[in-house]
């Protein structure tokens, strides 16, 4: 909706944009990328997954996540499971060219 965006947010967050301060967007690259590729599995397990998402959202905080993906049975130090949200986020591009008529000119 135009009505509701800022239209100088892009000057007054620069935060965003300052690679001294790449650590303040990380949390949030971290937690989209977590969060599609837990998506993901649960796209491929289906119902099978829910006792693990529910996992995650009992422990997370409780642990450090390379140790509470260890307990459930996958580790995010493999890239394997960052494939899966970093595919959905390829898919989500691949739409967006196939809409705006760009197929195969990025």
């Not at 289906?46 to 260890?70: E, H, I, N, W």
Request: charged letters at 25%; glycine letters at 10%.
């Amino acid at each position: 909706d135009p009505d509701q965006l800022h239209p100088y947010m892009w000057a007054v967050k620069g935060h965003y944009y300052r690679p001294e301060l790449a650590f303040y967007n990380f949390p949030y690259a971290f937690g989209m990328l977590f969060g599609l590729a837990l998506f993901f599995r649960f796209r491929e397990e289906g119902k099978a997954f829910l006792p693990v998402y529910r996992a995650v959202l009992q422990k997370s905080g409780r642990m450090t996540c390379v140790d509470l993906t260890r307990e459930l049975g996958f580790s995010i130090e493999e890239k394997s499971f960052w494939q899966g949200g970093i595919d959905l986020i390829r898919g989500r591009i691949n739409e967006f060219e196939t809409i705006a008529g760009m197929e195969g000119e990025v």
